[in-house]
């Protein structure tokens, strides 16, 4: 992309995969646009626990009841957490570094999906997702996890999202 107006414009979330992997240098290139994304007081106490291990990907994609399965399609998924009981902006620095995750997957013709884990159950009665996920992946218990993200080859190409559609009611000139 030459402008962040046109990734912007074109970056989907993308449920299906093909069976090509991400190479290591794309992998390393997402990873690395998450450790340079902004946090509060440039703590960047969050952690990106990846696995293109397709029993543990199978596994997480029957984390929740409803909302995991496409996991099962990616080639890699990366769990996006932080210490929930130490920094008060956990949620928003492993937010912003997840979405600039997807931007640069985007820039690098990846696709991806965000899966909610903070505060959905778990499949399993009385077990909610954020500790299946820790299981899973050997995340340790003073970190909390807040989305897994799904990483692969598109099958389908989406198209930009359409201009037309922006909702510019929700935009307030406060002067």
């Known amino acids: 992309m030459s402008e962040f107006k046109d990734l912007a414009r074109v970056r989907r979330s993308r449920r299906q995969y093909t069976d090509e ?64 009981g130490i920094q008060d902006t956990w949620i928003e620095d492993c937010a912003i570094a997840a979405v600039s995750m997807q931007y640069q997957a985007q820039d690098l ?16 009665e009385g077990l909610m997702a954020d500790a299946k996920v820790k299981e899973i992946l050997g995340i340790e218990d003073d970190m909390s996890v807040l989305c897994v993200l799904a990483l692969g080859h598109p099958c389908d190409d989406r198209g930009p999202k359409d201009e037309d559609s922006l909702k510019w009611s929700q935009v307030r000139d406060a002067d």
């Open 109 to 124: 013709g990846l696709g991806t999906c965000w899966c909610q884990i903070r505060g959905r159950e778990s499949a399993e």
């Open 21 to 84: 992997p991400v190479s290591d240098e794309d992998l390393k290139t997402v990873l690395r646009a998450a450790l340079l994304s902004p946090s509060a007081k440039s703590l960047r106490q969050w952690t990106f626990t990846f696995t293109r291990d397709k029993d543990k990907i199978a596994s997480l994609s029957k984390v929740r009841e409803h909302g995991s399965g496409f996991l099962a399609e990616a080639p890699v998924a990366i769990a996006v957490s932080g210490p929930a």
